[in-house]
């Protein structure tokens, strides 16, 4: 019997899955991606990470990438969410949410880009 193989960043999502003990029955309802997005062996595209990272935005995204590092970020203690109360709060704070994480995530790939030419020239 053959396996079906998959990406690296969808075996790391499944890992991920696993350790935080979800299903991806979960991940499809929490994130709204797909579960044919996930059981297909192609990679995953730039929409449907963000989307999860919208929502596991605890995940560190150099380790899904790399799988260097720790799987989980660290949580800055000082930071609240806000109680969202209204459609229009929420619409708000999800944006900020996902402009703080393609800002954290653009400054990695850079960092990774970096890390690959040293070890290029090496």
């Not at 053959?2 to 350790?19: M, Q």
Request: charged letters at 30%.
């Amino acid at each position: 019997m053959k396996t079906k193989k998959f990406s690296l960043l969808k075996e790391r999502i499944r890992l991920f899955a696993e350790c935080q003990g979800i299903s991806m029955r979960e991940i499809y309802e929490k994130t709204g991606i797909s579960d044919g997005t996930f059981s297909n062996s192609s990679g995953l595209n730039e929409d449907s990470l963000l989307k999860f990272f919208s929502y596991f935005s605890d995940l560190n995204a150099n380790w899904l990438l790399t799988g260097c590092g720790s799987m989980n970020i660290e949580k800055d203690i000082h930071t609240t969410s806000p109680t969202i109360t209204d459609h229009n709060t929420g619409d708000k704070y999800i944006v900020d949410l996902q402009k703080k994480l393609i800002v954290k995530l653009e400054i990695e790939v850079t960092e990774l880009k970096q890390n690959r030419k040293t070890l290029d020239f090496n």
